[in-house]
């Protein structure tokens, strides 16, 4: 994958030790990664995972406010793992921990000192699959545009809202329980003849989505 994939991909870090903090910051910078927030508390992780949508999160167990296995299962109520990686790393790598950090939600398990090579190749295989969960979210789009068009009898209606799935699948990275709401807004919106059902399911779930991804860019020009 290349650096521009990796560019596009928004990384929380959850880590009380600087050196360690530091250590993984620069090497995924140094790859290419686009967005890294640090943060060395557990309750800040917490706020942090609410406001702001990441891609992947790595958690260490031992986080002073709350630990590790609390901040992956608060991450993990509002994020599907097909939308968020959670890597949870422990300089205790038991049997008992790596058990309680799944059951939490985590996707992955490092013992420390974490292997930067084996992190990097699962962040890259992640962004891999969400690509590919994005072109088939919009390819799933088009065809329900087509669809109704075709119901409506409106010629170039497809082409009206490409842009617009373009966007919620390809800015948003939409995928998994996203796409599964999209669907779900297009099926409550229902089909009335006169009414542009696709659209309007649309934007009952996806504008929200779409708006958030576009306060998170510009936040992270500001921040730059």
Excluded: W
């Amino acid at each position: 994958m290349s650096c521009s994939s990796l560019q596009d991909i928004r990384i929380l870090i959850a880590e009380d030790d600087p050196n360690s903090a530091k250590l993984l910051t620069d090497f995924l910078r140094v790859k290419g990664v686009g967005c890294i927030r640090h943060v060395s508390d557990g309750i800040e992780a917490i706020d942090l995972a609410e406001k702001e949508h990441f891609d992947v999160a790595i958690v260490d167990l031992r986080l002073p406010g709350e630990n590790g296995f609390m901040v992956t299962e608060c991450i993990r109520k509002t994020a599907a793992p097909s939308a968020t990686a959670i890597v949870v790393v422990s300089a205790f790598a038991d049997k008992q921990n790596q058990l309680r950090a799944f059951e939490s939600g985590a996707s992955a398990f490092f013992s420390k000192p974490v292997d930067l090579k084996e992190l990097l190749l699962m962040i890259r295989n992640f962004a891999v699959q969400k690509q590919t969960s994005a072109s088939q979210a919009l390819h799933t789009l088009e065809q329900l545009n087509r669809m109704g068009e075709a119901k409506l009898g409106r010629v170039g209606h497809a082409r009206r809202t490409q842009q617009l799935c373009q966007e919620l699948a390809g800015v948003a990275g939409i995928g998994g329980a996203e796409l599964e709401l999209l669907l779900q807004a297009i099926e409550a919106a229902g089909y009335r003849p006169g009414e542009d059902f696709i659209a309007r399911g649309i934007a009952q779930r996806g504008g929200a989505i779409v708006q958030r991804a576009g306060d998170e860019r510009v936040a992270d020009r500001q921040r730059r």
